[in-house]
């Protein structure tokens, strides 16, 4: 499985951003997809996950702020980050779980400035 995802940049508090991630390759059996993230020297954590069937998981930080939606036709998912805080900036990595296995993508940088 191979992901490329799109979007991120630089946005001040309170602003939004988008991002996008195409799966490609071996992708029957994809189930969750979903969004990770990691801060400068802090561990990789869930941000928002969405099933084939459709049920998300947000984590709590992001819960009423962020928008995880998807496309299983076109194999992508959509995350809507809005009303963004600088404690967001991180690097968020797209993640597609395939019978079992975990599948990432390179990562995109997001910034929030004060």
């Known amino acids: 499985v191979q992901l490329q995802a799109c979007g991120g940049g630089m946005v001040r508090a309170g602003g939004c951003l988008r991002l996008t991630c195409t799966a490609s390759g071996s992708i029957f059996g994809i189930n969750d997809m979903g969004w990770y993230r990691q801060a400068p020297g802090k561990q990789r954590e869930m941000v928002a996950l969405i099933s084939f069937a459709g049920i998300t998981q947000y984590a709590d930080s992001v819960r009423d702020r962020f928008l995880i939606s998807r496309d299983n036709a076109k194999i992508m998912v959509t995350l809507q980050m809005d009303r963004l805080k600088p404690e967001d900036t991180a690097v968020y990595f797209c993640?597609?779980?395939?019978?079992?296995?975990?599948?990432w993508g390179r990562g995109t940088q997001v910034t929030v400035s004060s």
């Open positions: 993640i597609a779980r395939n019978l079992g296995e975990d599948f």
